[in-house]
Nanobody
Framework: QVQLAESGGGLVQAGGSLRLSCAAS????????MGWFRQAPEKEREFVAA????????YYADSVKGRFTISRDNAKNMVYLQMNSLKPEDTAVYSC????????????????WGKGTLVTVSA
């Protein structure tokens, strides 16, 4: 069992930065790839970024590539999403998830979800 809790969301102006954190509980954290997803109002949930269990491989949605960076600290059971050059269209509830790296970008093979943290980017 893995429980996930996100933090770090808030209101930021366009062009600004935020760092989201995801704290994982459970001794099997390193069994999972980790990912970040987002859901904007009245839109489908979409993939943002994923990182392998070791941190050696990462994968990003085209919409955030070059602006967002995913990382993890297995010693602390933490996953992070550094978001730079934020745009109003990045406004969404951001959730972290644990699952399989190969399928995470297609939103399946996900075993655990956090409840999410709201990010609002003003123009």
């Amino acid at each position: 069992q893995v429980q996930l809790a996100e933090s770090g969301g808030g209101l930021v102006q366009a062009g600004g930065s935020l760092r989201l954190s995801c704290a994982a509980s459970g001794r099997t954290f390193t069994n999972y790839a980790m990912g970040w997803f987002r859901q904007a109002p009245e839109k489908e949930r979409e993939f943002v970024a994923a990182i392998s269990w070791s941190g050696g491989n990462t994968y990003y949605a085209d919409s955030v590539k070059g602006r967002f960076t995913i990382s993890r600290d297995n010693a602390k059971n933490m996953v992070y999403l550094q978001m730079n050059s934020l745009k109003p269209e990045d406004t969404a509830v951001y959730s972290c998830a644990a699952g399989r790296m190969a399928t995470m970008a297609r939103l399946y093979g996900i075993d655990y979800w956090g409840k999410g943290t709201l990010v609002t980017v003003s123009a």
